[in-house]
C-alpha cells in the first residue's frame, strides 16, 4: 500500500527529473526520487500507466525538475522531523511511565512496612501483658508458699510439742513404775487402774503422732508440688523474657529496615523530581524543534517563490506559461 501522498503525478515527476537528468527511471530509482517512500508495486503501477498514456518521454524543464526535487526534499525533511518527534515522545513516555510504576512500588512497599510496624507493636504489648499474668501468677504462688512455709513449721513445732508430751510422759511412766515398785503392795489396784489410762493415752497419742506425720508428707508432697511447679513457671517466666528480648531486637531490626526505608523512599523521591525537570525541559526543546521546523517551511515556501520568480526572468518569450506553472509549484507545495 502506498505511504499518504504517493500519487500518479508525484510518480510522473520523479520520472519526469530522472529522464531530465538522462537516467532509467527505474522502480529502485523513482522510489528513491520519492524519499524512499511508497511500495514497489504501486510505483510500478503508475509507471505501467504512465507508459501506457506517453510512450515517448516528454520534455522536462528546469523549473518541473526544481518543483519536483523541492517537492521531495520538504517531504523528506517534514517525514524525519515527523519520526524525529514521534522517537522522543515515546521514549518520554516510557520514562515516564518507569517512574509511576517506581512510585507505585515504594508507595506498596512503605504500606507493608507500616503494617509490620503495628503487627510487631501489638505482639510486644501482648508479650509485656503475659508477662505481667505470669508475674502475678507468680506473686500468688509465692504467697502460697509462704503460707505453706508457716503451715509447716507450724506443724513442725506440734510435732516437737508431741516428742516433747512423750518424752515426758515416758518419763513420768517411769517414775510410776518406780514408785509403783515401792508402793505395790499398798496401790497395786490404783497402779493397774493408772497403768491402763496411760496405755490408753499412750495409744492416742500415738495415733495422733501418726496422723500428724501423715499430714505432714501431705504438705511435704504439696510443698514439692509447689516447688516443682515454682521452678516450672520460672523456666517459663525466663523463656517469656528470652522471647520478650528477641521480640525488642526484632522490632530494633525492623525500625532500621524502616528507617532505610525512609532513606530510599526521599532519594526516589529526589529522582523522580530531576526526572520530571528533565522531562519539561524536553518538553521545551520539543517546542523549540517544532517552532524551528515551521520556522524551515516558511523558508521553504520563500525559497520556492524566489525560484518561481527567477523562472519568470529565465523563461524570456514564455512568461506567460512559466507563472502558471510557478503558481501550479506553488499551490502544490503549500
Same mark, same amino acid.
Not at 517512500?37 to 509507471?47: A, M, N
Not at 512510585?103 to 509490620?116: F, I
Not at 496405755?199 to 516447688?227: A, F, I, N, P, W
Given at each position: ?65 526544481? $518543483?519536483?526535487?523541492?517537492?521531495? @526534499? ?38 507493608? %512496612? ?19 499474668? @505470669? ?13 505453706? @512455709? ?18 515426758? @510422759?515416758?518419763?513420768? #511412766? ?11 503392795? #499398798? ?30 508428707? !501431705?504438705?511435704?508432697?504439696? %510443698? ?52 520530571? $525537570?528533565?522531562?519539561?525541559? %524536553? ?16 523558508? %521553504? ?13 529565465? !523563461? ?19
Amino acid at each position: 500500500m502506498a505511504r499518504t501522498g504517493i500519487n500518479k503525478a508525484l510518480v510522473q515527476q520523479a520520472r519526469d527529473a530522472l529522464l531530465a537528468r538522462q537516467e532509467r527511471p527505474s522502480i529502485e530509482a523513482v522510489r528513491a526520487e520519492l524519499g524512499h517512500t511508497g511500495s514497489k508495486s504501486t510505483i510500478q503501477r503508475y509507471l505501467k500507466e504512465l507508459a501506457e498514456q506517453q510512450p515517448i518521454p516528454p520534455a522536462i524543464n528546469i523549473s518541473d525538475e526544481l $518543483q519536483a526535487y523541492i517537492a521531495s @526534499l520538504a517531504q523528506r525533511l517534514t517525514l524525519e522531523a515527523q519520526q524525529s518527534v514521534a522517537s522522543d515522545r515515546a521514549r518520554l513516555q516510557r520514562q515516564q511511565a518507569g517512574y509511576e510504576h517506581q512510585r507505585e512500588v515504594e508507595a506498596a512497599r512503605q504500606d507493608e %512496612l507500616t503494617k509490620n510496624h503495628k503487627r510487631l507493636l501489638e505482639q510486644h504489648q501482648s508479650a509485656q501483658e503475659h508477662n505481667r499474668h @505470669l508475674a502475678e501468677r507468680l506473686q500468688t504462688i509465692d504467697g502460697e508458699r509462704q503460707r505453706l @512455709l508457716a503451715s509447716t513449721s507450724h506443724q513442725e513445732a506440734l510435732l516437737n510439742e508431741r516428742a516433747q508430751q512423750i518424752g515426758s @510422759l515416758e518419763e513420768k #511412766h517411769q517414775h510410776a513404775r518406780e514408785a509403783l515398785r515401792h508402793y505395790r503392795e #499398798h496401790a497395786q489396784q490404783q497402779r493397774m487402774e493408772e497403768t491402763q489410762r496411760f496405755e490408753t493415752q499412750l495409744q492416742s497419742l500415738q495415733h495422733e503422732l501418726r496422723e500428724c506425720r501423715q499430714q505432714l508428707l !501431705s504438705k511435704q508432697e504439696q %510443698l514439692g508440688q509447689l516447688y516443682r511447679d515454682l521452678e516450672r513457671l520460672t523456666l517459663d517466666q525466663q523463656n517469656c523474657g528470652k522471647d520478650r528480648r528477641r521480640q525488642a531486637h526484632e522490632i530494633e531490626q525492623w525500625s532500621r529496615r524502616y528507617q532505610n526505608l525512609q532513606s530510599d523512599l526521599q532519594q526516589a523521591q529526589a529522582h523522580s523530581a530531576n526526572q520530571d $525537570q528533565l522531562l519539561s525541559t %524536553l518538553h521545551e526543546r520539543a517546542r523549540h524543534y517544532l517552532l524551528d521546523r515551521r520556522q524551515d517551511q516558511r523558508n %521553504l515556501r520563500q525559497m520556492m517563490r524566489q525560484i518561481g520568480q527567477l523562472q519568470s526572468l529565465l !523563461s524570456g518569450p514564455s512568461r506567460n506559461q512559466t507563472s502558471s506553472t510557478g503558481s501550479v509549484g506553488e499551490t502544490t507545495s503549500t
